[in-house]
């Protein structure tokens, strides 16, 4: 096997080589400017703005956008264009958006309100905006070529319409969809009833999924990637740079999730609940054909929203189900090396590169956690240090935190659970009073543990 290959199919081995050129000092320097950047904090309770009482959109790691009233009508402006986006402390990358985001604010209106959005185009080509879901006139729908020109670089374009129909909806590009999608232009449109329909909801959150392919030590996005996507995304933040959702106990809750991915459905799970899928952009869904679920599949270019109301206090997962999903650029690609038989391996690696070490051959649990070098600009594999050991979820993965006073708490803190009700280790007496046996320990060695 030449070097080339070696390299290549060496697998989390070629990880460990490219990850030993990077100095110690640099790793810890990262790893200490990760640590101390707290999660960033939600903003409390959010004033009613809508009528019957309905509280406010909360983006977590977002925002809403600014409208004017003039003369009837709420006037708000996008701006289309390039932005330095942080996926979480040490991953940044060159991606596109609207005022400096990806996602773009959230726009946030009423029924039957009349927006007159203007959108600026900032971006090296030219843009449109689709208004997804909503039903309009033709003319507004903002699909490049079919219904308007697009918007030049360097242009603003007014788009004007009223919005019928309350909602969940979103808004994209549709001029070269592939590339602006892929490199973050996506944004939510909500629109409240004029009559609050269902029981009054507490917590209101607005949150999409996205995916891009980032390169380890890359800069840009690759819009041209088709299937290997390897940063997850809620509201284009990877845990931990995800806001975590603080609520409280028997609060209604209501979470919309908006999905533009350019490939990839997702299947959000929520822990320690029950929801309820209540509507999707397409409207209400009828609260007879409302089911009980814990997962809710979000396809690419719709929208479902979800209610629910915790029984149970607690730092709960919320996150994509596909395990891919919740991992980041180190997961992905590497040739299967659980069960593999390094040895060999390692002693010739070891003459040329002392430091080397093969890696993943007990499974990949510890691997986040590892204090090794990595590259610049990526992400390890995984999540963070948690309250009682690493998460070893990263990803399209958040917290939801279920508090008795959750106005007042510091979203950073975790759950203190009461004595008593937290696995632990079992007491061999205990075990067999209860007529359990300890099975034999595991066969072999465990690979990690060689010399
Ligand atoms: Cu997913």
């Avoid at 989390?12 to 400017?33: C, L, N, T």
């Avoid at 005022?99 to 600026?120: C, F, H, M, Q």
């Avoid at 915790?310 to 650029?329: I, K, R, S």
């Amino acid at each position: 096997m030449d070097r080339r290959h070696f390299m290549r199919y060496g697998g989390i081995a070629a990880g460990a080589v490219i990850a030993a050129r990077v100095s110690k000092a640099e790793a810890q320097e990262a790893a200490a400017a990760a640590a101390s950047s707290p999660p960033p904090a939600l903003t409390g309770r959010q004033p009613a703005i809508a009528p019957g009482g309905q509280p406010a959109v909360v983006t977590p790691n977002g925002s809403t956008l600014p409208l004017r009233l003039v003369n009837g009508v709420k006037v708000g402006h996008l701006i289309a264009e390039p932005v330095d986006h942080e996926f979480a402390p040490r991953l940044r990358a060159e991606c596109w958006g609207y005022n400096g985001s990806t996602p773009g604010p959230t726009i946030e209106a009423v029924e039957g309100d009349t927006l007159r959005l203007y959108v600026s185009n900032r971006l090296p080509e030219p843009t449109t905006v689709h208004w997804h879901g909503i039903i309009l006139p033709n003319g507004m729908d903002g699909v490049a070529g079919l219904t308007q020109r697009p918007i030049p670089r360097g242009e603003t374009f007014v788009y004007e319409f009223t919005v019928r129909h309350p909602g969940t909806y979103m808004y994209h590009p549709h001029y070269d969809e592939m590339t602006q999608i892929a490199l973050g232009m996506a944004g939510m449109l909500i629109v409240h009833p004029r009559r609050p329909r269902g029981p009054r909801v507490d917590r209101d959150f607005a949150m999409m999924t996205h995916e891009f392919r980032l390169n380890v030590g890359a800069r840009r996005p690759d819009p041209n990637e088709m299937k290997d996507f390897n940063v997850l995304t809620f509201n284009s933040k990877v845990f931990p740079g995800t806001a975590p959702l603080l609520v409280g106990r028997g609060e209604r809750v209501r979470i919309r999730l908006g999905n533009l991915s350019p490939m990839d459905h997702h299947p959000v799970h929520l822990h320690g609940l029950s929801f309820q899928v209540t509507a999707t952009d397409g409207g209400y869904i009828n609260e007879s054909a409302q089911r009980p679920d814990t997962t809710v599949l979000v396809p690419v270019g719709s929208t479902r929203v979800i209610e629910f109301v915790p029984e149970e206090l607690g730092d709960w997962a919320m996150h994509c189900h596909m395990t891919h999903h919740v991992m980041t650029q180190m997961g992905h690609g590497n040739p299967p090396m659980v069960g593999a038989d390094t040895r060999a391996l390692d002693q010739r690696m070891a003459r040329v590169m002392p430091e080397y070490m093969t890696m993943g051959q007990d499974g990949m649990g510890g691997m986040g956690e590892m204090e090794m070098p990595i590259p610049p600009n990526s992400l390890p594999m995984r999540g963070m240090q948690g309250p009682f050991s690493y998460i070893d979820m990263g990803g399209m993965f958040t917290v939801l935190k279920v508090r008795e006073q959750p106005d007042g708490t510091d979203p950073a803190s975790w759950y203190e659970h009461p004595p008593g009700t937290v696995a632990g280790p079992a007491d061999p007496a205990r075990m067999q009073a209860d007529g359990v046996r300890p099975p034999r320990p595991p066969r072999g060695r465990a690979a990690a543990a060689d010399e």
